[in-house]
């Protein structure tokens, strides 16, 4: 009998507890430098959560590079000189308000206060200092020597890197308007209030594409992306209750946004953004040309047209969209008096593909279970567990989201034939070794 509970039915505060346990327990995520007793706002991926973080990457990149003829890819320098920040406006912009309580000494941003005049972790009220801007920037020195001419910023974001490599691109690549550059990198933010796990960190990963096109046809492109973008998460499993495309209100535009709009997930503590959808107009490669002394435009040779282009730019979280992965699909369920938790994840996203699993530690099935396993190796990223009875080892590839089990049994040293589970439903077939590749192949259609 089975009976399921589905992750919407869980208590809130229970999915994000249950997930975040979860992570930990099966080594998708642990508290960075936790023998030291941990680095705030810190992460280490493990053996599965690096191998899904990577899913999540390659998913992006073949919808956005591979699977498109207009689009090319980069990765640009983590350090940067101050005058790439100086151009973006980061180094005067780029900040929060912070407040520091004289009471308690505690610090807040005074734009996510509730209240303006109370402290939060005090309860005391007028206690806080004037307003002042911190910058979100994490900074360094370059070489031997101190000052201001060796000093260097981590980016807090990787657009940069593709705007100043714009003329690289357009000169080698012979791509012209509209097309795009997509990055995958990490970014730094020294965040005051990092929070909720893996969602606000110092330290994470973006998915960024900066799309180029002709000044009238942005609003086509900007809405096109918005679409296109919005799809690719219901593609890869996040229900559409789970899901929403929130555009800005004119008070939350940057001052170069024509438009904004934000995919935001239904998180356990409510709505929050997985990625940004951004017509920043022709602000960016215009700063920087004035600011380097180079031009960086287009010319259309077949129409004798030159012109700046404006950038559409769908930035998304990798960390993030990797922790709404994981709440989308974690479920639990009754089967029988015993209940099954199960991360229902897309088999592109899935850590593991597929499990194989001896039914004995018997001499006479291991070999077998490992010629198996070296003829999926090639096609597929592969577990192979020997260890308890097999209906635990079941449990546990549904707990980490693996969507097929294949199981070497005594009768598979007789007929060349092993049994094949399927995680969501449970379901069992018997397929022959000589045909395995081919069937796990269609059923994953990766």
């Given at each position: 009998?089975?009976?399921?509970?589905?992750?919407?039915?869980?208590?809130?505060?229970?999915?994000?507890?249950?997930?975040?346990?979860?992570?930990?327990?099966?080594?998708?995520?642990?508290?960075?430098?936790?023998?030291?007793?941990?680095?705030?706002?810190?992460?280490?991926?493990?053996?599965?959560?690096?191998?899904?973080?990577?899913?999540?990457?390659?998913?992006?990149?073949?919808?956005?590079?591979?699977?498109?003829?207009?689009?090319?890819?980069?990765?640009?320098?983590?350090?940067?000189?101050?005058?790439?920040?100086?151009?973006?406006?980061?180094?005067?912009?780029?900040?929060?308000?912070?407040?520091?309580?004289?009471?308690?000494?505690?610090?807040?941003?005074?734009?996510?206060?509730?209240?303006?005049?109370?402290?939060?972790?005090?309860?005391?009220?007028?206690?806080?200092?004037?307003?002042?801007?911190?910058?979100?920037?994490?900074?360094?020195?370059?070489?031997?020597?101190?000052?201001?001419?060796?000093?260097?910023?981590?980016?807090?974001?990787?657009?940069?890197?593709?705007?100043?490599?714009?003329?690289?691109?357009?000169?080698?690549?012979?791509?012209k308007p509209p097309?795009?550059?997509?990055?995958?990198?990490?970014?730094?933010?020294?965040?005051?209030?990092p929070g909720n796990?893996?969602?606000?960190?110092?330290?994470?990963?973006?998915?960024?594409?900066?799309?180029?096109?002709?000044?009238?046809?942005?609003?086509?492109?900007?809405?096109?992306?918005?679409?296109?973008?919005?799809?690719?998460?219901?593609?890869?499993?996040?229900?559409?209750?789970?899901?929403?495309?929130?555009?800005?209100?004119?008070?939350?535009?940057?001052?170069?946004?024509s438009g904004t709009?934000?995919?935001?997930?239904?998180?356990?503590?409510?709505?929050?953004?997985?990625?940004?959808?951004?017509?920043?107009?022709?602000?960016?490669?215009?700063?920087?040309?004035?600011?380097?002394?180079?031009?960086?435009?287009?010319?259309?040779?077949?129409?004798?047209?030159?012109?700046?282009?404006?950038?559409?730019?769908?930035?998304?979280?990798?960390?993030?969209?990797?922790?709404?992965?994981?709440?989308?699909?974690?479920?639990?369920?009754?089967?029988?008096?015993?209940?099954?938790?199960?991360?229902?994840?897309?088999?592109?996203?899935?850590?593991?593909?597929?499990?194989?699993?001896?039914?004995?530690?018997?001499?006479?099935?291991?070999?077998?279970?490992?010629?198996?396993?070296?003829?999926?190796?090639?096609?597929?990223?592969?577990?192979?567990?020997?260890?308890?009875?097999?209906?635990?080892?079941?449990?546990?590839?549904?707990?980490?989201?693996?969507?097929?089990?294949?199981?070497?049994?005594?009768?598979?040293?007789?007929?060349?034939?092993?049994?094949?589970?399927?995680?969501?439903?449970?379901?069992?077939?018997?397929?022959?070794?000589?045909?395995?590749?081919?069937?796990?192949?269609?059923?994953?259609?990766?």
């Amino acid at each position: 009998m089975v009976g399921t509970l589905g992750a919407m039915a869980l208590t809130e505060p229970t999915l994000f507890d249950q997930v975040v346990n979860l992570c930990k327990r099966r080594s998708f995520v642990f508290p960075s430098a936790e023998i030291y007793g941990g680095f705030r706002s810190t992460y280490d991926y493990g053996p599965l959560g690096v191998l899904m973080l990577r899913n999540v990457k390659d998913a992006w990149w073949r919808s956005m590079v591979q699977l498109r003829s207009d689009v090319v890819g980069l990765d640009a320098a983590i350090l940067s000189p101050p005058k790439v920040w100086e151009a973006s406006g980061h180094l005067d912009n780029f900040s929060d308000p912070l407040v520091d309580c004289t009471s308690c000494k505690t610090r807040h941003r005074q734009d996510q206060l509730d209240d303006a005049d109370t402290c939060p972790s005090c309860g005391e009220s007028g206690t806080f200092t004037e307003a002042r801007a911190f910058n979100l920037m994490f900074k360094s020195q370059a070489g031997p020597v101190e000052g201001a001419g060796a000093d260097v910023y981590l980016r807090p974001e990787t657009a940069q890197g593709t705007f100043i490599n714009f003329k690289n691109i357009l000169e080698t690549s012979r791509k012209k308007p509209p097309f795009g550059i997509a990055q995958i990198g990490k970014s730094f933010r020294n965040e005051i209030t990092p929070g909720n796990f893996v969602f606000r960190t110092r330290e994470f990963e973006q998915m960024e594409l900066e799309f180029f096109v002709p000044p009238d046809e942005a609003d086509s492109w900007y809405e096109y992306w918005m679409n296109e973008r919005y799809q690719w998460y219901l593609n890869l499993g996040i229900p559409a209750d789970q899901l929403r495309l929130r555009a800005h209100d004119d008070d939350e535009l940057s001052h170069y946004s024509s438009g904004t709009s934000d995919i935001e997930f239904l998180f356990p503590w409510g709505w929050g953004e997985l990625e940004g959808i951004a017509n920043r107009g022709d602000f960016d490669l215009t700063q920087h040309a004035q600011h380097s002394g180079q031009k960086l435009e287009y010319f259309d040779q077949g129409t004798g047209e030159r012109y700046v282009p404006h950038c559409i730019e769908p930035a998304a979280g990798a960390t993030r969209s990797m922790m709404a992965f994981l709440m989308a699909a974690y479920d639990e369920e009754q089967v029988n008096d015993d209940t099954r938790t199960v991360l229902r994840l897309h088999p592109q996203l899935a850590p593991y593909k597929v499990a194989v699993l001896p039914l004995s530690k018997k001499d006479t099935l291991l070999p077998k279970a490992e010629e198996v396993l070296h003829s999926l190796q090639p096609h597929f990223m592969c577990d192979y567990d020997i260890t308890q009875a097999i209906g635990k080892r079941y449990r546990r590839q549904d707990e980490i989201g693996t969507p097929y089990c294949v199981t070497i049994d005594f009768d598979t040293l007789e007929d060349n034939a092993v049994t094949v589970r399927e995680r969501d439903s449970m379901e069992q077939q018997r397929i022959p070794v000589d045909n395995l590749v081919a069937y796990l192949n269609e059923q994953l259609a990766l």
